[in-house]
Each structure stands twice: as C-alpha cells, then as structure tokens.
C-alpha cells in the first residue's frame, strides 16, 4: 500500500538512527509493502463491556498509521493490548520485526519491548527528577546490561562496557538533537516546558530502537506550532525507517501524516482507508457527529 494523497512530499527529511542507513526517500513509493504489524479479530472485554470488538487491520512497514475514533471508542485499549498492559480476551497481534515474527498477544510487556515495539503514554511518564539525558539512559538500560554480560563486564572492568556506555550516549545525544533537546539536556525532566516533555517521551522511545512506534495522543496538549513540529518530526522518523502507530485526536496532524487510518467507534472498526477517503466516509462522520465533535 502506498497511497500518493497520505503521503507529504514535504518534510522528508531522513532521520537515521546511529549506524543506521535508509533507502532513498523517493525509493519509498516504489517499495514493496510489507506487514509490521497484523491485528486479525482483536476482543477485549471487562466484564460485560466490549472495549474493542473483533477488530482486523494491517499496519505496513515504514507507514504512519493512525488509530482515531470518538471518546471510548476503544483507541487506548488496543494499544493496551498491542503492548502487553492487557492480554487480549481472544485474537490474534502479530509483529513482523527486524527478529522474526512474534506473537504479542502471548508476550509479557518486556518481552513485546525486547521484540521491538515501544510506546508513549497520554499522561507523560518521564523521570521528573533526572536529567533528561539520564531519562534516555535509563531506557537503555536493558540493552546495557545485555551488551556487558548482565553489567559483571562493568564490574570486571570488562572493555566492553565503556563502548556499550558510550554507545549509549551517542545515541541519546542524537535523539536529544532529533528533538531540539541537545541544549536541555543536563535539565532535569521536570524542568522542562509541557511540549518539549513530549518530545522527550518520544526520544526515549527511540532509544530503544523500536521497529514499531505507537504513540498514544502525542500532541494532547501542544500548541498549532508545536503540533506542526511534531508532524514533522514524526515524518523524519517514519523516514529513518521506523513504522508508527498514532492515536490522536488533532485532526489536522493526523490528516496531515498519516499513511492510512483506521477507525474505531464503541470498539468496532467502521472505516480503514487513506486519509482522503476517511474524510468523505459517512459512517466516520456520523460517528464523530454522534460525539457532538465534527474532528475537525
Ligand atoms: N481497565 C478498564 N476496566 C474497565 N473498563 C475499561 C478499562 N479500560 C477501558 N475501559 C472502557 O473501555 C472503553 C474504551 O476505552 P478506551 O480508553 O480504550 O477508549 P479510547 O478510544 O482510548 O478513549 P479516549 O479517546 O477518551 O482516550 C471505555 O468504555 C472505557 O471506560
């Protein structure tokens, strides 16, 4: 899938990880689309409520694809389920990932990180005590230990661990510069103004170098400028070759990114399609209606 109308020829500027090189960007059109991610007949219920009802979608590898829907339609709980917060009442969550298939309806929520996936939250969860370079080596952590044999390399004196240390640095350094961060980052995480914690959360998550990024509602709260910068920055990720997945309820970013949308209203999905064809699509438009919110 590679719709030319949900794709913005501007703000393509890449944004490789460390290390990492990408395929030109005009090469993306072209490209072959593959699955990262497959939803097939999702339910969640508590009790007798029916978050999210035997819902199927596909995400494609390096596409924004956005998760949108009135109040309560269900958005948070997939991607409860997606992450491992909840374990899915039946279905199916597959992740394609750089590691093989995994199935993360049966994964723990580390296990799930470890395959690839990370996320950002509604209410920012950073460290609000530590620097906001600690923040990014904090979420690298796992990967540290690893690197050093379980930090006994570090204790040894081990040579392993100052490269994997060092390593580390690099790359929170480079996403504190993806995310204008660079100059705040002996500031504690608190200290820091409402948008630029967002940007924060999201440079954590990178960190980690996910293959698959799901945010949930990354410009709550951000003004018109700083909700254009996000756009941008969110391009330039999904350029550097890591797949999104956004829930948001600011129309004008997700019309303005997203790839493909899908909707989801009382937890059943009624439209999946590419931005164009979302905006004339009566069921979505009834249902926003139906909230008293026209979405725009
Ligand atoms: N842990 C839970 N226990 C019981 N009910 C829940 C739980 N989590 C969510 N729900 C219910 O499931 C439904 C879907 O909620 P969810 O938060 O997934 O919607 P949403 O689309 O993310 O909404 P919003 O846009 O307002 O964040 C709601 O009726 C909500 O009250």
């Not at 590679?2 to 990492?20: F, I, K, M, T, V």
């Not at 029916?50 to 995400?59: G, K, R």
């Not at 597959?94 to 996936?117: D, F, K, N, Q, W």
Request: proline share 5%; with cysteine; glycine share 10%.
């Amino acid at each position: 899938m590679s719709p030319s109308d949900g794709r913005n020829a501007e703000g393509r500027g890449e944004l490789n990880r460390p290390g990492q090189t990408t395929s030109p960007s005009d090469g993306r059109s072209a490209a072959v689309s593959r699955p990262i991610l497959s939803v097939e007949e999702l339910t969640m219920r508590f009790g007798g409520l029916v978050a999210v009802d035997d819902v199927s979608f596909t995400a494609e590898t390096n596409d924004i694809t956005a998760i949108i829907g009135p109040n309560g339609a269900g958005k948070t709980t997939l991607f409860n389920c997606i992450t491992g917060f909840y374990r899915p009442s039946a279905g199916a969550i597959t992740l394609h990932g750089p590691l093989g298939e995994a199935a993360l309806h049966r994964l723990a929520g580390h296990r799930i990180a470890r395959a690839g996936v990370a996320r950002t939250f509604q209410n920012i969860r950073l460290f609000q005590g530590m620097t906001v370079l600690e923040n990014l080596l904090v979420a690298q952590h796992n990967r540290l230990m690893a690197a050093t044999g379980l930090g006994i390399g570090a204790v040894l004196g081990l040579s392993r661990y100052p490269a994997a240390e060092r390593e580390a640095i690099e790359r929170a350094r480079h996403w504190l510069d993806a995310t204008a961060l660079l100059e705040r980052a002996d500031d504690p995480a608190g200290a820091l103004p409402y948008g630029a914690q967002r940007r924060l959360e999201i440079a954590r998550a990178m960190c980690t170098e996910p293959a698959l990024l799901c945010l949930d509602e990354p410009a709550a709260g951000l003004n018109p400028r700083e909700s254009d910068e996000l756009s941008m920055l969110l391009r330039q990720i999904r350029d550097g070759g890591c797949s999104i997945l956004l829930i948001e309820h600011d129309m004008s970013v997700v019309m303005g990114i997203s790839d493909r949308i899908v909707v989801l209203d009382h937890g059943r999905k009624i439209a999946d399609a590419v931005p164009s064809a979302i905006r004339a699509d009566a069921r979505v438009i009834a249902a926003y209606l139906g909230e008293g919110d026209e979405g725009e």
